[in-house]
């Protein structure tokens, strides 16, 4: 398999992170101002109490998320390091900026379904560009980096347990219905984020238990161009050795690896499994 070398400048990569943020963050702000402020859909985070407070007090939203952010600016500070709270700054300045100079653009819809659907689409895609961006836009997303940072659970699941008492609040503040959309919102939020972090692509991880390992071995590398890995295994009825082929292939490459362990060995055993992510050469950039 031919080596990639990979061509990315340290500083232009540190600058793509930026330009990420700055991105994410405008798409944040469009979303919400197009979509769920005008609809009252509180789908959680800062943006979702900004949203509640605009409708009983008649506060400015931007004025709002930016009062709320400093808190959690300082917490970013102190968790994540100087370099998250850099990228923090810009987020939580830039967010809000946009949201102001955003705020007279007429409502791309007044359907309350479709505004907690794409209203939570552009946010989850919003976020999930700045997390790849390795930077926050404040608020709860920054509370999500903390808690991922300690616990390894997804930055969309953290989105979703932190939001869900903002989501409570807004349909005590309004009504069911609007929280039930709320909802909504949240869940496509959290599961686009997901999506933006891990990709379309969906690889698959195969595991060959055959008694032609060598020529299935060499079918792998030299035909499929994949690299394979031998795992030291014993039959749980025989107790006898029976070594573990296993590779990951694109889902392009699948029914050729199928097609190829077929044609050498019919009753080889194999088992596959989807590769949510699959970091390192021949796939994504580490």
């Not at 407070?53 to 939203?61: Q, S, V, Y």
């Not at 102001?100 to 409502?107: I, N, Q, R, S």
């Amino acid at each position: 398999m031919r080596k990639r070398t990979n061509t990315y400048h340290p500083r232009w990569s540190k600058a793509l992170e930026y330009i990420y943020i700055l991105i994410g963050s405008a798409a944040v702000a469009l979303a919400f101002n197009v979509f769920l402020l005008p609809n009252r859909v509180a789908s959680g985070g800062v943006s979702g109490i900004s949203t509640i407070t605009d409708a009983i007090l008649g506060w400015e939203p931007a004025y709002v998320q930016w009062a709320f952010n400093i808190p959690l600016f300082i917490a970013g500070v102190i968790f994540l390091g100087r370099q998250y709270g850099l990228k923090t700054l810009i987020g939580t300045i830039f967010l809000p900026f946009i949201v102001f100079v955003t705020k007279d653009l007429e409502p791309w819809t007044t359907d309350p379904l479709l505004a907690s659907l794409f209203g939570g689409i552009g946010v989850g895609l919003g976020l999930g560009i700045v997390f790849r961006g390795k930077g926050s836009t404040g608020g709860t997303d920054l509370a999500a980096q903390i808690i991922n940072k300690f616990t390894g659970l997804s930055l969309g699941t953290c989105v979703a347990l932190i939001d869900g008492l903002i989501v409570l609040t807004a349909a005590t503040v309004f009504d069911i219905e609007r929280g039930l959309y709320a909802l909504i919102g949240l869940y496509v939020t959290s599961k686009t984020i997901d999506l933006v972090q891990i990709g379309w692509g969906r690889s698959k991880m195969v595991m060959v238990i055959t008694n032609q390992q060598h020529e299935v071995r060499e079918g792998i590398l030299n035909k499929i161009d994949r690299g394979v890995t031998k795992l030291s295994a014993y039959g749980g009825y025989t107790d006898q050795e029976r070594p573990i082929l296993m590779c990951v292939v694109d889902q392009t490459e699948f029914t050729k690896l199928k097609q190829l362990v077929k044609s050498i060995d019919p009753t080889a055993f194999v088992v596959v499994m989807d590769a949510a992510e699959v970091l390192g050469e021949g796939f994504k950039r580490v």
